[in-house]
């Protein structure tokens, strides 16, 4: 077989019929309106989450400034936790230009996914520590109104959970998160070696 | 005044889309079919990557051929593929006409494409566009690599895929 052989059957392949220019265009608009709809939602979820936990805020009226700031902690790790979504960070984070020769843009693309992993993980270790940190602080009002022995069972009981969280849960999610993301990465290296 | 510059240009985008995409449609297809050796997914990336044209078209500048520019996007569209593995609901996209249309290609074409979806990515959009005729030089530029890389692999992947086929005669 010699390469005219080769070109002969390549370009007898049947190809599909091309959509029509409009319903192409039409597809842009469908991606666009998506994304913008993931934004927005995302806007509105922070805003109401929020809005929730002020009125909580007020309606408690708490006495001590400890309260407040606890509060202000576990809204701050609710909004962390919301970005940490993957589809959010990609959307907060420029993709690759697409334009780029092959061996510029494999790098460009490891460099962003990298970049979105150090974030993911990051953030996940913010929200573990401000929502620990908020938590302890809210109690401070509630377990003054104690006796010492009911405070102390509560503090004991909150720690152990953050405890749980610390060293089970976000180890856990952290990889689940970061599975996907090492996937891709080592993969996109691989390519790239093909390439020298 | 502005609004009547702004409204020429969208118009001249659109006229200039509507020739680039008849004109690369089959080959971007064809691409693609050698990159994933299916045709529902070909259509895909093939749709993709004329989407991103569609929406970096503004930003060319002649800076390289359209071809090179275009084949850029193509390539980089089938190499993300891997990090896919669920692809697009078929629902998001156009055209299901491709579904219906049969699909009779001779054995060679079908072998043809099947080994070359079965080479390393990199030589996969290598032989593919050498079978498009596009010159080494080209080549170089969308993959960014040197021109002899290319002649050099170019060489060694048609001499594997001679022997995928010698094989197969035999056996």
Not at chain 1, 57 to 74: D, K, M, N, S, V
Not at chain 2, 40 to 58: C, K, N, R
Not at chain 2, 109 to 123: A, G, Q, R
Not at chain 2, 161 to 166: G, T
């Amino acid at each position: 077989m010699n390469t005219n052989d080769f070109r002969e059957m390549w370009n007898k392949q049947i190809t599909t019929p091309q959509p029509s220019q409009e319903d192409l265009l039409k597809t842009v608009i469908k991606l666009k309106n998506k994304n913008r709809n993931q934004l927005l939602l995302a806007f509105v979820s922070l805003s109401l989450t929020i809005i929730f936990i002020l009125v909580i805020g007020y309606y408690i009226e708490p006495t001590l400034i400890t309260t407040r700031i606890g509060i202000a902690l576990i809204i701050a790790a609710i909004l962390f936790y919301l970005f940490s979504s993957n589809s959010l960070l990609r959307l907060l984070i420029k993709d690759a230009d697409q334009s780029l020769d092959v061996s510029s843009y494999l790098p460009l693309l490891i460099k962003i996914r990298e970049k979105q992993l150090l974030l993911g993980t990051r953030v996940m270790t913010l929200y573990f520590i401000l929502l620990a940190a908020g938590l302890l602080l809210y109690m401070i009002e509630y377990t003054r109104r104690m006796t010492f022995g009911f405070g102390l069972l509560a503090y004991g009981i909150t720690t152990l959970w953050i405890l749980f969280n610390w060293i089970y849960l976000k180890p856990r999610i952290v990889k689940k998160q970061q599975a996907k993301l090492s996937e891709a990465i080592k993969n996109l290296e691989n390519l790239k070696n093909q390439l020298s | 005044m502005f609004l009547l510059t702004g409204k020429s240009n969208l118009l001249h985008m659109y006229m200039d889309f509507e020739e680039i995409y008849k004109t690369y449609w089959n080959k971007v297809f064809r691409i693609c079919m050698g990159y994933v050796n299916d045709r529902d997914w070909a259509q895909d990336i093939a749709q993709e990557t004329f989407i991103t044209v569609w929406q970096q078209l503004p930003k060319f500048r002649n800076e390289s051929s359209i071809g090179t520019w275009l084949f850029r996007i193509a390539a980089n569209h089938c190499l993300r593929q891997l990090e896919k593995k669920k692809r697009y609901p078929r629902e998001e996209f156009p055209l299901q006409i491709a579904d219906q249309q049969e699909t009779s290609n001779d054995e060679n074409v079908n072998l043809l494409y099947k080994y070359i979806s079965e080479l390393p990515e990199i030589d996969r959009l290598i032989i593919s566009l050498e079978l498009e005729e596009m010159p080494q030089s080209e080549i170089a530029g969308v993959l960014g690599i040197t021109e002899s890389n290319v002649r050099v692999r170019i060489h060694r992947i048609k001499e594997k895929l001679s022997i995928k086929f010698a094989t197969y005669e035999h056996e």
